[in-house]
C-alpha cells in the first residue's frame, strides 16, 4: 500500500530514480520493484516516456490515483508530502552543482 498512496501522492508520476529516493527515505527494507508487481499485475499503473528527459515515469492513472489519495490518513499525507518535497529538492540541488559551472563565466 506504500507504494500506491506515494504514487498517488505524485500525480505526474515518478522515475525509478526518484522512487529509489523516495522509498530509501521511507526506510522501507524490501525493493519497491519487488511491491511493483503487485500494482502491474492489477493494471493500476501506467508506464509515460518524459520526453524532457527520456526516462520512464511510473504513474497511477488519474481515477486511480484520486481514489488511492482518498484512502490516505490526513496525517500520510503529510509524511508522504515532506518525504516527495524533500527528496525533489534534493534532486533540484544536484542539478544546479551539475550545471552551476557551465552557467558563470569565469
Keep these: 500500500m506504500k507504494l500506491f498512496f506515494l504514487l498517488a501522492m505524485m500525480p505526474g508520476g515518478a522515475t ?4 529509489d529516493q523516495c522509498w530509501f527515505n521511507l526506510g522501507e527494507k524490501t525493493s519497491w520493484r519487488s511491491v511493483i508487481f503487485q500494482l ?3 493494471a493500476l499503473i501506467e508506464y509515460k516516456l ?9 504513474q497511477l492513472p488519474v481515477f486511480i490515483g484520486s481514489f488511492a489519495e482518498g484512502l490516505i490518513k490526513e496525517e500520510d499525507k503529510q509524511i ?6 524533500g ?10 552543482k551539475s550545471i552551476q559551472n557551465t552557467l558563470l563565466p569565469n
Design 40 to 42: 502491474e499485475k492489477s
Design 50 to 58: 518524459c520526453t524532457s528527459t527520456q526516462e520512464r515515469k511510473i
Design 87 to 96: 527528496t525533489m529538492h534534493t534532486q533540484m540541488v544536484d542539478f544546479y
Design 80 to 85: 508522504y508530502h515532506q518525504l516527495i518535497v
Design 16 to 19: 525509478e530514480t526518484e522512487l
